[in-house]
């Protein structure tokens, strides 16, 4: 069974690095696209970027190239999302995905981890 | 371009037929995609590639395509299909992936 299950809550203040992650099962880690995709409170759904684990290829929407970070570590089968100097505008749930076989959507998606930037 | 284009909510009584319509450019060339949203929950895919239906969601949930709109039919709503409904797109070489703005779907 495929599963994709997201690191906990976090509470940060601005400027404090933040990593989430995204630990899937299931299926072959290194044959999938790993996406993230963002919902800010009472919003819709923004995608992030996406990564291929077999080669670390990587893909950012062009509103958040360079403001995060998407890696993943074949060894654990997980996934991560970065932020380097999170901002309060940086509040929201974010899921990770999985790109589907044989379309360009997602398959599956993770529970979600909700990150809250506050001073 | 690959905006797409959603109504922000739809209103049907039960048993009645919804349609959600998700207008964008791009959409006679591009898979639509289907994904339905509960209160509190991720969400999860109901329709791909315009019209195919993944294994475990009920027939009552059907797509269809007709040049630059992509519809999503629920026939003989449920209360429990009561929920956000987001279109999705990628460009061939999955470098822009784009969601609509979603719509509400009340069920009176």
């Known amino acids: 069974e495929v599963e994709l299950v997201q690191s906990g809550a976090e509470v940060k203040k601005p400027g404090e690095s933040l990593r989430i992650s995204c630990k899937a099962s299931?299926?072959?880690?290194?044959?999938?696209?790993i996406g993230w995709v963002r919902q800010m409170p009472g919003k819709g759904l923004e995608w992030m970027g996406i990564i291929y684990p077999g080669d670390s290829e990587t893909r950012y929407s062009p509103p958040f190239q360079g403001q995060v970070a998407i890696s993943a570590d074949r060894s654990i089968s997980t996934a991560y999302l970065q932020w380097s100097s999170p901002k309060a505008s940086d509040t929201a749930v974010y899921y990770c995905v999985r790109r589907a076989e044989s379309y360009y959507g997602f398959d599956f998606w993770g529970q979600g981890t909700r990150v809250t930037v506050s001073s | 371009s690959y905006e797409l284009t959603q109504p922000p909510s739809v209103s049907v009584f039960p048993g009645q037929t919804a349609r959600i319509t998700c207008s964008g450019d791009a959409l006679p060339k591009q898979y639509a995609h289907w994904y339905q949203q509960k209160p509190g929950q991720a969400p999860v895919v109901v329709i791909y590639k315009d019209s195919e239906r993944p294994s475990g969601i009920p027939e009552r949930f059907s797509g269809s395509s007709s040049g630059t709109t992509v519809t999503l039919t629920i026939s003989g709503v449920q209360a429990e299909d009561e929920a956000d409904y987001y279109c999705q797109l990628a460009d061939n070489s999955g470098i822009y992936w784009v969601f609509g703005g979603g719509t509400k779907l009340t069920v009176l």
């Open positions: 299931g299926y072959s880690f290194t044959r999938y696209w």
